[in-house]
């Protein structure tokens, strides 16, 4: 705002003009939002949208047994990381899959696959 901009009321001109700047510029910022309806909510962090159900690089806690893992995946605690992920065995032939942005998750030299996080979900 221009510092001649002056709030009490007067029939000067720069008046008109800072008035009709300010309120432009709350109609502008009231009127931005996402196209699905975002507004305030859009801003809070994510919520895990769904349970973890034993996917690939879901949140797991039997490193034991792999209960809570899907067929043929091992709950495995990754200490470097500091996370335990159901985790999908991996080689040349057996790539891993894509995390869940479809991000590319390399296979370690235990043959084993880490994405960088585990999924957005609740254990």
Same mark, same amino acid.
């Given at each position: /705002?221009?510092?001649?901009?002056?709030?009490?009321? *007067?029939?000067?001109?720069?008046?008109?003009? #800072?008035?009709?700047?300010? =309120?432009?510029?709350?109609? =502008?910022? =009231?009127?931005? +939002?996402? !196209?699905?309806?975002?507004?305030?909510?859009? /801003?809070?962090?994510?919520?895990? *949208?769904?349970? @973890?159900?034993?996917?690939?690089?879901? =949140?797991?806690?039997?490193?034991?047994?792999? *209960?809570?893992?899907?067929?043929?995946?091992? @709950?495995?605690?990754?200490?470097?990381?500091?996370?335990?992920? #159901? *985790?999908?065995? @991996?080689?040349?032939? +057996?790539?891993?899959?894509?995390?869940?942005?479809?991000?590319?998750?390399? @296979? $370690?030299?235990?043959?084993?696959?880490?994405? $960088?996080?585990? $999924?957005? #979900?609740? !254990?």
């Amino acid at each position: /705002m221009s510092s001649q901009c002056h709030w009490i009321s *007067s029939p000067d001109s720069t008046d008109h003009v #800072c008035v009709r700047s300010v =309120l432009i510029s709350c109609l =502008l910022l =009231l009127g931005c +939002h996402d !196209k699905n309806g975002g507004g305030v909510d859009a /801003m809070t962090p994510d919520v895990p *949208s769904r349970a @973890c159900d034993g996917r690939a690089y879901d =949140l797991c806690t039997d490193t034991t047994a792999s *209960s809570d893992c899907m067929t043929g995946l091992t @709950c495995r605690f990754y200490m470097m990381a500091n996370f335990t992920i #159901c *985790s999908p065995a @991996c080689d040349a032939t +057996h790539p891993c899959p894509p995390d869940e942005a479809g991000g590319a998750v390399t @296979c $370690n030299t235990m043959g084993r696959c880490r994405s $960088n996080a585990p $999924n957005t #979900c609740t !254990k």
